[in-house]
Protein backbone atom coordinates (compact mmCIF):
# COMPACT_ATOMS: atom_id res chain seq x y z
CA UNK A 1 0.00 0.00 0.00
CA UNK A 2 1.50 3.31 -0.84
CA UNK A 3 0.90 4.47 2.60
CA UNK A 4 3.89 2.75 3.78
CA UNK A 5 5.91 4.34 1.55
CA UNK A 6 5.80 7.73 3.49
CA UNK A 7 5.29 5.88 7.05
CA UNK A 8 8.74 5.43 7.49
CA UNK A 9 10.15 8.91 6.39
CA UNK A 10 7.16 10.20 8.59
CA UNK A 11 7.79 7.87 11.33
CA UNK A 12 11.79 9.12 11.79
CA UNK A 13 10.79 12.48 11.20
CA UNK A 14 8.60 12.11 14.77
CA UNK A 15 11.23 10.38 16.22
CA UNK A 16 13.65 12.99 14.98
CA UNK A 17 12.01 15.64 16.85
CA UNK A 18 10.95 13.58 19.82
CA UNK A 19 14.86 12.41 20.37
CA UNK A 20 16.01 16.04 19.67
CA UNK A 21 13.46 17.27 22.19
CA UNK A 22 13.71 14.24 25.28
CA UNK A 23 17.12 14.64 24.94
CA UNK A 24 17.48 18.14 26.56
CA UNK A 25 17.62 16.62 29.92
CA UNK A 26 20.53 14.78 29.62
CA UNK A 27 23.02 17.08 27.42
CA UNK A 28 25.51 16.48 29.98
CA UNK A 29 26.22 13.01 30.56
CA UNK A 30 29.84 11.13 29.93
CA UNK A 31 30.19 9.94 26.22
CA UNK A 32 28.77 12.45 23.74
CA UNK A 33 28.38 11.11 20.30
CA UNK A 34 31.11 13.59 18.97
CA UNK A 35 33.29 11.51 22.21
CA UNK A 36 34.52 13.49 24.98
CA UNK A 37 35.54 9.69 25.94
CA UNK A 38 39.50 10.30 26.91
CA UNK A 39 40.25 6.61 26.74
CA UNK A 40 43.13 6.18 24.71
CA UNK A 41 44.69 2.67 23.24
CA UNK A 42 47.92 1.89 22.41
CA UNK A 43 48.82 0.96 18.63
CA UNK A 44 47.73 -3.11 18.90
CA UNK A 45 49.56 -5.39 17.01
CA UNK A 46 48.39 -8.59 15.24
CA UNK A 47 49.72 -11.36 13.65
CA UNK A 48 50.43 -10.65 10.19
CA UNK A 49 47.97 -12.00 7.58
CA UNK A 50 44.97 -11.40 9.79
CA UNK A 51 41.88 -9.36 8.80
CA UNK A 52 43.10 -7.31 11.80
CA UNK A 53 46.16 -6.71 10.64
CA UNK A 54 45.45 -5.97 6.92
CA UNK A 55 43.08 -3.27 7.85
CA UNK A 56 45.52 -1.85 10.55
CA UNK A 57 47.96 -1.89 7.39
CA UNK A 58 45.28 -0.12 4.56
CA UNK A 59 44.59 2.59 7.95
CA UNK A 60 41.06 1.95 6.67
CA UNK A 61 38.05 -0.21 8.01
CA UNK A 62 34.71 0.05 5.94
CA UNK A 63 31.87 -0.61 7.81
CA UNK A 64 28.10 -1.60 6.87
CA UNK A 65 25.49 0.44 8.71
CA UNK A 66 22.39 1.97 8.46
CA UNK A 67 21.61 5.30 7.90
CA UNK A 68 18.09 5.71 8.86
CA UNK A 69 16.88 4.50 12.17
CA UNK A 70 17.05 6.91 14.91
CA UNK A 71 18.70 5.30 18.20
CA UNK A 72 20.77 2.78 16.32
CA UNK A 73 22.03 4.46 12.98
CA UNK A 74 20.65 8.02 11.30
CA UNK A 75 22.58 10.39 9.31
CA UNK A 76 21.99 13.18 11.05
CA UNK A 77 20.60 16.34 8.55
CA UNK A 78 22.38 18.90 10.01
CA UNK A 79 25.62 17.76 10.63
CA UNK A 80 25.57 14.84 7.90
CA UNK A 81 27.39 13.13 10.57
CA UNK A 82 26.01 9.57 11.80
CA UNK A 83 24.99 8.80 14.97
CA UNK A 84 23.61 6.17 16.91
CA UNK A 85 24.75 2.76 18.80
CA UNK A 86 25.99 1.15 16.11
CA UNK A 87 28.08 3.78 15.00
CA UNK A 88 29.56 4.20 18.48
CA UNK A 89 29.79 0.61 18.59
CA UNK A 90 31.62 0.27 15.14
CA UNK A 91 33.84 3.54 16.91
CA UNK A 92 34.66 1.59 19.71
CA UNK A 93 35.89 -1.72 17.88
CA UNK A 94 37.89 0.69 14.95
CA UNK A 95 40.03 1.84 18.29
CA UNK A 96 40.73 -1.93 18.92
CA UNK A 97 42.66 -2.20 15.80
CA UNK A 98 44.26 1.10 15.19
CA UNK A 99 44.41 2.66 19.31
CA UNK A 100 44.41 6.01 20.00
CA UNK A 101 40.44 7.23 21.24
CA UNK A 102 37.78 7.51 19.34
CA UNK A 103 37.63 11.08 17.72
CA UNK A 104 41.19 9.68 16.24
CA UNK A 105 40.03 6.69 14.57
CA UNK A 106 36.81 8.87 13.23
CA UNK A 107 38.91 9.55 9.92
CA UNK A 108 39.91 5.84 9.70
CA UNK A 109 36.51 4.41 9.63
CA UNK A 110 34.31 4.35 6.03
CA UNK A 111 30.22 4.34 6.34
CA UNK A 112 28.85 2.62 4.00
CA UNK A 113 24.73 2.22 3.78
CA UNK A 114 23.88 -1.36 4.09
CA UNK A 115 19.94 -2.34 3.92
CA UNK A 116 18.23 -4.64 5.73
CA UNK A 117 18.54 -7.40 2.22
CA UNK A 118 22.24 -6.32 0.95
CA UNK A 119 24.23 -7.21 4.37
CA UNK A 120 25.20 -10.81 3.38
CA UNK A 121 26.24 -10.04 -0.03
CA UNK A 122 28.12 -7.00 1.24
CA UNK A 123 29.92 -9.11 3.29
CA UNK A 124 30.45 -12.03 1.11
CA UNK A 125 31.99 -9.74 -1.92
CA UNK A 126 34.50 -7.76 0.18
CA UNK A 127 32.38 -4.79 0.07
CA UNK A 128 32.58 -4.06 3.88
CA UNK A 129 35.08 -5.21 6.59
CA UNK A 130 31.99 -6.08 9.04
CA UNK A 131 28.69 -4.73 9.51
CA UNK A 132 27.36 -2.95 12.78
CA UNK A 133 23.52 -2.31 11.13
CA UNK A 134 20.66 -3.85 13.60
CA UNK A 135 21.78 -6.83 12.60
CA UNK A 136 19.31 -10.12 14.20
CA UNK A 137 21.72 -13.16 14.73
CA UNK A 138 20.01 -16.27 13.61
CA UNK A 139 20.97 -19.58 12.20
CA UNK A 140 19.49 -19.15 8.35
CA UNK A 141 22.24 -16.25 8.64
CA UNK A 142 25.06 -17.81 10.01
CA UNK A 143 25.08 -20.45 7.45
CA UNK A 144 26.31 -17.24 5.11
CA UNK A 145 27.93 -14.81 7.67
CA UNK A 146 29.77 -15.02 10.98
CA UNK A 147 28.84 -12.79 14.12
CA UNK A 148 30.70 -11.55 16.70
CA UNK A 149 28.41 -10.70 19.56
CA UNK A 150 25.52 -9.96 20.45
CA UNK A 151 26.47 -6.20 21.93
CA UNK A 152 22.92 -5.53 22.22
CA UNK A 153 19.17 -7.70 22.36
CA UNK A 154 16.69 -5.71 20.75
CA UNK A 155 13.14 -6.00 21.19
CA UNK A 156 9.35 -5.42 21.14
CA UNK A 157 7.37 -4.09 23.91
CA UNK A 158 3.62 -3.06 24.63
CA UNK A 159 2.25 0.56 24.88
CA UNK A 160 -0.39 1.30 27.28
CA UNK A 161 -2.33 4.36 28.97
CA UNK A 162 -0.34 5.63 31.95
CA UNK A 163 -3.46 4.76 34.15
CA UNK A 164 -4.00 1.32 33.24
CA UNK A 165 -3.67 -1.46 35.74
CA UNK A 166 -4.86 -3.98 34.17
CA UNK A 167 -2.11 -5.59 32.00
CA UNK A 168 1.02 -6.40 33.47
CA UNK A 169 2.35 -8.88 31.53
CA UNK A 170 2.19 -10.09 27.85
CA UNK A 171 -0.48 -13.03 28.85
CA UNK A 172 -3.09 -9.51 30.17
CA UNK A 173 -3.23 -8.98 26.15
CA UNK A 174 -5.69 -12.69 25.49
CA UNK A 175 -8.84 -11.56 25.21
CA UNK A 176 -7.91 -7.51 24.75
CA UNK A 177 -7.74 -5.33 21.60
CA UNK A 178 -4.57 -4.28 20.45
CA UNK A 179 -3.08 -2.25 17.82
CA UNK A 180 -0.22 -2.50 15.63
CA UNK A 181 1.55 -1.34 12.09
CA UNK A 182 -0.17 -3.36 9.47
CA UNK A 183 2.56 -5.58 7.33
CA UNK A 184 4.41 -5.27 10.56
CA UNK A 185 6.05 -8.32 12.33
CA UNK A 186 3.88 -8.23 15.38
CA UNK A 187 0.80 -10.59 14.71
CA UNK A 188 3.40 -12.67 14.16
CA UNK A 189 5.60 -12.21 17.09
CA UNK A 190 2.19 -12.35 19.34
CA UNK A 191 1.13 -15.83 17.84
CA UNK A 192 4.91 -17.10 18.25
CA UNK A 193 4.09 -16.21 22.13
CA UNK A 194 0.43 -17.68 21.52
CA UNK A 195 -0.92 -14.81 22.44
CA UNK A 196 -4.54 -14.00 21.67
CA UNK A 197 -6.05 -10.83 21.69
CA UNK A 198 -10.02 -10.61 20.87
CA UNK A 199 -8.88 -8.05 17.81
CA UNK A 200 -5.59 -7.44 16.21
CA UNK A 201 -6.47 -3.63 14.95
CA UNK A 202 -3.74 -3.10 12.12
CA UNK A 203 -3.26 0.79 11.06
CA UNK A 204 -1.07 2.01 8.23
CA UNK A 205 0.81 4.47 11.03
CA UNK A 206 1.54 4.12 14.40
CA UNK A 207 0.16 7.33 15.23
CA UNK A 208 -2.85 5.99 14.61
CA UNK A 209 -2.53 3.48 16.62
CA UNK A 210 -1.40 5.74 19.91
CA UNK A 211 -5.32 7.72 18.02
CA UNK A 212 -7.02 4.17 18.74
CA UNK A 213 -5.22 4.29 22.27
CA UNK A 214 -6.60 7.68 23.48
CA UNK A 215 -9.90 6.79 22.23
CA UNK A 216 -10.01 3.64 24.12
CA UNK A 217 -10.89 1.87 21.24
CA UNK A 218 -7.92 -0.14 21.96
CA UNK A 219 -6.00 -1.36 25.24
CA UNK A 220 -2.60 -1.74 24.32
CA UNK A 221 -0.41 -0.98 21.38
CA UNK A 222 2.66 -3.29 20.48
CA UNK A 223 5.46 -2.44 18.71
CA UNK A 224 9.45 -1.69 19.03
CA UNK A 225 10.32 0.46 21.73
CA UNK A 226 12.45 3.35 19.89
CA UNK A 227 8.62 4.07 18.02
CA UNK A 228 6.46 3.72 20.75
CA UNK A 229 8.96 5.95 22.79
CA UNK A 230 8.42 8.40 20.80
CA UNK A 231 4.60 8.39 20.56
CA UNK A 232 5.05 8.12 24.69
CA UNK A 233 6.86 11.45 24.62
CA UNK A 234 4.17 12.57 22.01
CA UNK A 235 1.21 11.88 24.33
CA UNK A 236 3.36 13.83 27.42
CA UNK A 237 3.49 10.74 29.36
CA UNK A 238 -0.90 9.85 28.95
CA UNK A 239 1.02 6.74 27.86
CA UNK A 240 3.52 3.86 29.44
CA UNK A 241 5.62 1.37 28.07
CA UNK A 242 5.56 -2.08 30.27
CA UNK A 243 8.44 -4.21 30.96
CA UNK A 244 7.43 -6.79 28.94
CA UNK A 245 9.52 -8.22 25.67
CA UNK A 246 7.32 -9.36 22.94
CA UNK A 247 10.13 -10.58 21.04
CA UNK A 248 13.88 -10.61 21.74
CA UNK A 249 16.66 -10.20 19.31
CA UNK A 250 20.66 -10.45 19.74
CA UNK A 251 22.03 -8.13 17.73
CA UNK A 252 25.68 -8.75 16.27
CA UNK A 253 28.30 -7.62 13.92
CA UNK A 254 28.49 -9.61 10.77
CA UNK A 255 31.86 -10.53 9.27
CA UNK A 256 32.98 -13.26 6.41
CA UNK A 257 32.05 -16.85 7.86
CA UNK A 258 35.15 -18.59 8.68
CA UNK A 259 37.28 -15.84 9.67
CA UNK A 260 37.26 -16.86 13.23
CA UNK A 261 40.54 -14.80 14.44
CA UNK A 262 38.24 -11.36 13.43
CA UNK A 263 35.48 -12.31 15.59
CA UNK A 264 37.93 -13.71 18.20
CA UNK A 265 38.74 -10.06 18.03
CA UNK A 266 35.73 -8.39 17.93
CA UNK A 267 33.98 -10.49 20.75
CA UNK A 268 37.35 -9.57 23.20
CA UNK A 269 37.00 -6.28 21.97
CA UNK A 270 33.18 -5.97 22.71
CA UNK A 271 33.90 -7.79 26.14
CA UNK A 272 36.55 -5.36 26.71
CA UNK A 273 34.28 -2.19 26.04
CA UNK A 274 31.61 -3.99 28.23
CA UNK A 275 34.47 -3.34 30.98
CA UNK A 276 35.95 -0.44 30.61
CA UNK A 277 32.33 0.83 30.85
CA UNK A 278 32.94 2.83 27.14
CA UNK A 279 29.87 0.09 26.13
CA UNK A 280 27.18 1.81 28.89
CA UNK A 281 28.78 5.34 28.13
CA UNK A 282 27.89 4.90 24.46
CA UNK A 283 24.30 3.18 25.11
CA UNK A 284 23.47 6.06 27.12
CA UNK A 285 24.34 8.62 24.45
CA UNK A 286 22.61 6.92 21.79
CA UNK A 287 19.75 4.60 23.42
CA UNK A 288 19.89 6.48 26.02
CA UNK A 289 18.41 10.35 24.86
CA UNK A 290 15.75 7.99 23.42
CA UNK A 291 14.79 7.43 27.06
CA UNK A 292 16.09 4.05 27.13
CA UNK A 293 17.89 2.70 30.70
CA UNK A 294 21.04 1.41 30.25
CA UNK A 295 21.17 -2.63 30.63
CA UNK A 296 23.63 -4.85 31.51
CA UNK A 297 25.62 -5.29 28.48
CA UNK A 298 24.65 -9.45 26.58
CA UNK A 299 27.30 -11.80 26.86
CA UNK A 300 28.93 -12.46 23.71
CA UNK A 301 28.18 -15.58 22.16
CA UNK A 302 31.42 -17.27 20.60
CA UNK A 303 29.55 -20.05 19.11
CA UNK A 304 31.42 -23.24 17.71
CA UNK A 305 32.37 -22.39 14.14
CA UNK A 306 29.50 -25.07 12.26
CA UNK A 307 27.46 -21.79 13.43
CA UNK A 308 24.55 -24.27 15.10
CA UNK A 309 24.34 -22.69 18.19
CA UNK A 310 21.58 -20.90 19.15
CA UNK A 311 21.82 -17.50 21.04
CA UNK A 312 20.20 -17.17 24.18
CA UNK A 313 21.45 -13.99 25.15
CA UNK A 314 18.61 -13.51 27.41
CA UNK A 315 20.07 -15.69 30.52
CA UNK A 316 22.75 -12.88 31.15
CA UNK A 317 20.76 -9.85 31.25
CA UNK A 318 17.86 -10.05 34.64
CA UNK A 319 15.18 -8.58 33.71
CA UNK A 320 14.85 -7.44 36.72
CA UNK A 321 18.07 -5.18 35.96
CA UNK A 322 16.05 -3.37 33.61
CA UNK A 323 13.93 -0.40 34.53
CA UNK A 324 12.62 0.62 30.92
CA UNK A 325 13.90 -2.23 29.16
CA UNK A 326 17.02 -3.40 27.73
CA UNK A 327 16.67 -2.84 24.29
CA UNK A 328 17.09 -0.80 20.75
CA UNK A 329 14.49 0.84 18.06
CA UNK A 330 13.84 -1.32 15.77
CA UNK A 331 13.53 -5.06 15.33
CA UNK A 332 15.51 -6.42 12.25
CA UNK A 333 12.61 -7.78 10.50
CA UNK A 334 10.56 -5.25 11.27
CA UNK A 335 13.13 -3.43 9.28
CA UNK A 336 13.03 -5.88 6.28
CA UNK A 337 9.82 -4.77 5.61
CA UNK A 338 10.21 -1.36 5.83
CA UNK A 339 13.26 -1.33 4.17
CA UNK A 340 11.89 -3.35 1.18
CA UNK A 341 9.05 -1.23 0.43
CA UNK A 342 10.88 1.92 0.87
CA UNK A 343 13.81 1.11 -1.15
CA UNK B 1 -1.04 -20.55 -5.36
CA UNK B 2 -0.19 -22.80 -2.27
CA UNK B 3 -0.13 -19.71 -0.14
CA UNK B 4 -3.71 -18.54 -1.20
CA UNK B 5 -5.21 -22.13 -0.94
CA UNK B 6 -3.76 -22.86 2.34
CA UNK B 7 -4.96 -19.11 3.39
CA UNK B 8 -8.36 -19.72 1.52
CA UNK B 9 -9.98 -19.26 4.99
CA UNK B 10 -8.87 -15.78 5.58
CA UNK B 11 -9.59 -15.01 2.03
CA UNK B 12 -13.17 -16.22 2.25
CA UNK B 13 -13.97 -14.04 5.53
CA UNK B 14 -12.42 -11.14 3.54
CA UNK B 15 -14.81 -11.62 0.54
CA UNK B 16 -17.31 -12.28 3.32
CA UNK B 17 -16.51 -8.98 4.54
CA UNK B 18 -16.16 -7.20 1.71
CA UNK B 19 -19.86 -7.75 0.18
CA UNK B 20 -21.53 -7.07 3.04
CA UNK B 21 -19.92 -3.64 3.73
CA UNK B 22 -20.60 -3.30 -0.06
CA UNK B 23 -24.37 -3.92 -0.37
CA UNK B 24 -25.02 -2.49 3.07
CA UNK B 25 -23.64 0.61 1.62
CA UNK B 26 -24.88 1.02 -1.86
CA UNK B 27 -28.31 0.52 -0.73
CA UNK B 28 -27.79 3.34 1.84
CA UNK B 29 -26.26 5.10 -0.90
CA UNK B 30 -29.12 4.33 -3.36
CA UNK B 31 -31.52 6.21 -1.06
CA UNK B 32 -29.07 8.95 0.11
CA UNK B 33 -28.34 9.54 -3.79
CA UNK B 34 -31.78 9.95 -4.31
CA UNK B 35 -32.49 11.98 -2.21
CA UNK B 36 -30.19 14.28 -2.51
CA UNK B 37 -31.03 14.40 -6.80
CA UNK B 38 -34.56 15.28 -5.40
CA UNK B 39 -32.71 18.00 -3.43
CA UNK B 40 -30.85 19.36 -6.31
CA UNK B 41 -33.53 19.41 -8.34
CA UNK B 42 -36.31 20.80 -5.65
CA UNK B 43 -38.00 24.52 -6.78
CA UNK B 44 -36.81 25.19 -2.58
CA UNK B 45 -33.37 27.41 -3.31
CA UNK B 46 -31.97 26.29 0.21
CA UNK B 47 -32.54 22.26 -0.40
CA UNK B 48 -31.07 22.83 -3.91
CA UNK B 49 -27.99 24.66 -2.31
CA UNK B 50 -27.84 21.85 0.67
CA UNK B 51 -27.54 18.93 -2.36
CA UNK B 52 -24.70 21.05 -4.15
CA UNK B 53 -22.78 21.52 -0.67
CA UNK B 54 -23.29 17.84 -0.04
CA UNK B 55 -22.20 16.62 -3.26
CA UNK B 56 -19.41 19.45 -4.18
CA UNK B 57 -18.04 18.53 -0.25
CA UNK B 58 -17.96 14.86 -0.34
CA UNK B 59 -16.95 13.76 -3.83
CA UNK B 60 -14.02 16.28 -4.48
CA UNK B 61 -12.13 14.68 -0.79
CA UNK B 62 -10.03 11.22 -1.36
CA UNK B 63 -12.44 8.48 0.35
CA UNK B 64 -9.05 7.33 1.97
CA UNK B 65 -9.01 10.96 3.67
CA UNK B 66 -12.57 11.34 4.48
CA UNK B 67 -12.33 7.16 5.89
CA UNK B 68 -9.97 7.98 9.03
CA UNK B 69 -10.94 11.56 9.29
CA UNK B 70 -14.85 10.58 9.80
CA UNK B 71 -13.70 7.35 12.21
CA UNK B 72 -10.70 9.22 14.31
CA UNK B 73 -12.10 12.97 13.90
CA UNK B 74 -15.03 11.76 15.70
CA UNK B 75 -13.50 9.49 17.77
CA UNK B 76 -11.86 12.25 19.45
CA UNK B 77 -14.85 14.09 19.69
CA UNK B 78 -16.01 11.26 21.78
CA UNK B 79 -18.61 9.73 19.57
CA UNK B 80 -17.60 6.09 18.73
CA UNK B 81 -19.23 4.72 15.77
CA UNK B 82 -17.90 0.81 15.11
CA UNK B 83 -15.22 0.08 12.43
CA UNK B 84 -18.01 -1.76 10.17
CA UNK B 85 -20.27 1.14 10.73
CA UNK B 86 -17.73 4.27 10.39
CA UNK B 87 -16.79 2.03 6.86
CA UNK B 88 -20.50 2.05 5.58
CA UNK B 89 -21.30 5.36 6.21
CA UNK B 90 -18.38 6.42 4.62
CA UNK B 91 -18.85 4.39 1.83
CA UNK B 92 -22.58 5.73 1.97
CA UNK B 93 -22.18 8.89 2.13
CA UNK B 94 -18.81 9.35 -0.90
CA UNK B 95 -20.66 6.33 -3.19
CA UNK B 96 -24.31 8.17 -2.34
CA UNK B 97 -22.82 11.72 -4.14
CA UNK B 98 -22.06 10.08 -7.04
CA UNK B 99 -25.57 8.16 -7.17
CA UNK B 100 -27.23 11.78 -6.92
CA UNK B 101 -25.22 13.03 -9.81
CA UNK B 102 -26.31 10.10 -12.07
CA UNK B 103 -29.74 10.25 -11.22
CA UNK B 104 -29.86 13.79 -11.70
CA UNK B 105 -28.28 13.32 -15.18
CA UNK B 106 -31.28 10.86 -15.39
CA UNK B 107 -33.76 13.07 -14.11
CA UNK B 108 -32.29 15.26 -17.21
CA UNK B 109 -33.15 13.26 -19.77
CA UNK B 110 -36.80 13.55 -19.04
CA UNK B 111 -38.92 15.61 -21.55
CA UNK B 112 -39.41 18.80 -19.55
CA UNK B 113 -42.87 19.03 -20.72
CA UNK B 114 -43.77 15.61 -18.73
CA UNK B 115 -42.86 17.67 -15.25
CA UNK B 116 -44.88 19.89 -16.74
CA UNK B 117 -47.87 18.05 -17.70
CA UNK B 118 -47.73 16.29 -14.63
CA UNK B 119 -48.29 19.67 -12.32
CA UNK B 120 -50.62 20.84 -14.78
CA UNK B 121 -52.73 17.72 -13.49
CA UNK B 122 -52.07 18.75 -10.28
CA UNK B 123 -49.69 16.84 -9.13
CA UNK B 124 -47.56 17.92 -6.54
CA UNK B 125 -44.04 18.37 -6.70
CA UNK B 126 -42.49 15.14 -4.48
CA UNK B 127 -45.42 13.51 -6.50
CA UNK B 128 -44.15 14.17 -9.46
CA UNK B 129 -40.64 13.39 -9.40
CA UNK B 130 -42.17 10.03 -7.61
CA UNK B 131 -44.39 8.83 -9.74
CA UNK B 132 -43.25 10.77 -13.46
CA UNK B 133 -40.15 11.22 -13.47
CA UNK B 134 -37.52 8.95 -11.35
CA UNK B 135 -39.39 5.92 -12.55
CA UNK B 136 -37.65 7.17 -16.35
CA UNK B 137 -34.72 8.74 -14.77
CA UNK B 138 -33.61 5.27 -13.44
CA UNK B 139 -34.17 3.37 -16.19
CA UNK B 140 -32.22 5.53 -18.20
CA UNK B 141 -28.88 5.50 -15.71
CA UNK B 142 -28.91 1.70 -14.99
CA UNK B 143 -25.51 1.15 -16.64
CA UNK B 144 -23.51 3.99 -14.55
CA UNK B 145 -25.37 3.11 -11.70
CA UNK B 146 -24.01 -0.46 -12.16
CA UNK B 147 -20.61 1.08 -13.01
CA UNK B 148 -20.69 2.47 -9.60
CA UNK B 149 -21.75 -0.82 -7.80
CA UNK B 150 -18.63 -2.40 -9.20
CA UNK B 151 -16.49 0.86 -8.04
CA UNK B 152 -17.83 0.53 -4.51
CA UNK B 153 -16.66 -3.48 -4.73
CA UNK B 154 -13.20 -1.80 -4.78
CA UNK B 155 -13.42 1.21 -2.89
CA UNK B 156 -14.72 -0.81 -0.25
CA UNK B 157 -10.80 -2.26 -0.13
CA UNK B 158 -10.22 1.49 1.88
CA UNK B 159 -11.84 0.49 5.01
CA UNK B 160 -8.51 -1.48 5.63
CA UNK B 161 -7.14 1.28 6.49
CA UNK B 162 -9.55 1.84 9.42
CA UNK B 163 -9.08 -1.92 10.73
CA UNK B 164 -12.33 -3.71 9.36
CA UNK B 165 -10.98 -6.90 8.31
CA UNK B 166 -11.86 -6.94 4.43
CA UNK B 167 -9.97 -8.70 1.37
CA UNK B 168 -7.42 -6.43 0.50
CA UNK B 169 -6.33 -5.41 4.36
CA UNK B 170 -6.39 -8.89 5.16
CA UNK B 171 -4.40 -9.77 1.92
CA UNK B 172 -1.59 -7.22 3.20
CA UNK B 173 -0.83 -8.66 6.67
CA UNK B 174 -0.92 -12.18 5.13
CA UNK B 175 1.76 -10.72 2.69
CA UNK B 176 3.84 -9.85 5.92
CA UNK B 177 3.52 -12.76 7.35
CA UNK B 178 4.34 -15.05 4.47
CA UNK B 179 6.99 -12.83 2.09
CA UNK B 180 5.53 -14.17 -1.03
CA UNK B 181 4.22 -11.53 -2.82
CA UNK B 182 3.21 -12.89 -6.36
CA UNK B 183 0.64 -15.43 -5.17
CA UNK B 184 -0.90 -13.40 -2.87
CA UNK B 185 -1.32 -10.15 -5.14
CA UNK B 186 -2.55 -12.68 -7.77
CA UNK B 187 -5.35 -14.26 -5.43
CA UNK B 188 -6.68 -10.80 -4.15
CA UNK B 189 -7.14 -10.25 -7.77
CA UNK B 190 -8.70 -13.07 -8.44
CA UNK B 191 -11.19 -12.69 -5.52
CA UNK B 192 -11.96 -9.15 -5.87
CA UNK B 193 -12.83 -9.84 -10.13
CA UNK B 194 -14.88 -13.12 -8.50
CA UNK B 195 -17.15 -10.22 -7.15
CA UNK B 196 -16.54 -7.68 -9.88
CA UNK B 197 -17.27 -10.00 -12.95
CA UNK B 198 -20.16 -10.98 -12.15
CA UNK B 199 -21.97 -7.76 -10.60
CA UNK B 200 -20.68 -6.33 -13.81
CA UNK B 201 -22.65 -9.39 -15.86
CA UNK B 202 -25.79 -8.62 -13.76
CA UNK B 203 -25.33 -4.97 -14.62
CA UNK B 204 -25.58 -5.69 -18.03
CA UNK B 205 -28.57 -7.80 -17.69
CA UNK B 206 -30.53 -5.44 -15.96
CA UNK B 207 -30.16 -3.10 -18.41
CA UNK B 208 -30.59 -4.66 -21.54
CA UNK B 209 -34.10 -5.38 -19.66
CA UNK B 210 -35.28 -2.30 -17.89
CA UNK B 211 -32.92 0.17 -20.18
CA UNK B 212 -35.70 2.72 -22.38
CA UNK B 213 -35.40 1.29 -25.60
CA UNK B 214 -35.36 4.67 -28.07
Given amino acids: MNTRKWMLPSLLMTLVLLGGACGDDDDDPVAGQDGTTTTTEALPEFP ?114 SDNTTIKALTDLNGKKVCTGRGSTTPANL ?58 EPLGIGLKKGDDAFRDFINDRLEAIYESGEWAKAYEATYGKLGLATPQPPAVDRYPTTGTSTIKATTTVPASTTTTGGATTTTTTTTTSMANTTR | ?120 LGLTFPQVLRIVVLPQAFRTVVGPLGSIFVALIRNSALAALISVPELAGNAEQLLTDTAQPIPIFLGTAIAYMMLTLPSAWVVNLLEHRLAVKR
Fill in chain 1, 48 to 161: AGSTMAKIQEKGKIVVGTKFNQLGSGIKNPATGELEGFDIEIAKLVAVGIFGGTVEEVEDKIEFKETITGVRESAIQIGDVDMIAATYTINDARKQQVDFAGPYVIDGQTVMVE
Fill in chain 2, 1 to 120: MEVVLDNRDLFLAGMLTTVSLTLVSYAAAFVIGTVVAAFRVSPVPPLRAAGAVFVGAVRNTPLAVLMVLFFSGLGDAGILFTRYTSAVIVLSAYTGSFVAETIRSGINTVARGQGEAARS
Fill in chain 1, 191 to 248: TAKQIKPSELVLRDSYPECADELRQDRVEAVVSDRGILLGLVEQSQRAFKLLDIDVSE
